[in-house]
């Protein structure tokens, strides 16, 4: 992005609208190639982190539940249940911070370009040197 970017923003040049700021269209074709490619694989970690890992922590919690409310089992009947498997898949913090990379890559898609960036920190500060 940075090699093949010319020019600044300003009140005339609006967020989205690239063909100011790249010299020739295909720039623009590959950057947001890339960040489709980039999106379509946030949402399948999103996706698979869900299928794989979200309904054993889910059921690991409800069995906990059990064991620590032996004679409350029969309130899983009714709306509790629902709360308590909300409750324990937003608990799983690495599926949180998924759906947050896939939403910085969604508004990188859509707006700005430069938004990558957060994620390029993110992996970044992953990486100890």
Known sequence: ????????????H???DFSK?????????GIFCLGLLHFVGCICLVLFH???????LIKM???????????????LNGPLLFFL???YFLQDTSLIMKVALAGVS?????FDYLIFSIHLMYVCAQFET
Do not use: C, P, Q, R
């Open 85 to 87: 498997t909300a409750y």
């Open 61 to 75: 919690g409800l069995n906990n539940w059990k064991d620590e409310h032996k004679t409350e089992h029969h309130k």
């Open 50 to 56: 869900i299928i794989a890992y979200s309904n054993w």
């Open 21 to 29: 700021h790249y010299a020739k269209h295909w720039y623009v074709l």
């Open 14 to 16: 609006k967020l989205g």
């Open 106 to 110: 969604f508004l990188g898609l859509h």
């Open 1 to 12: 992005v940075a090699l093949v970017y010319e020019g600044s923003y300003s009140k005339d």
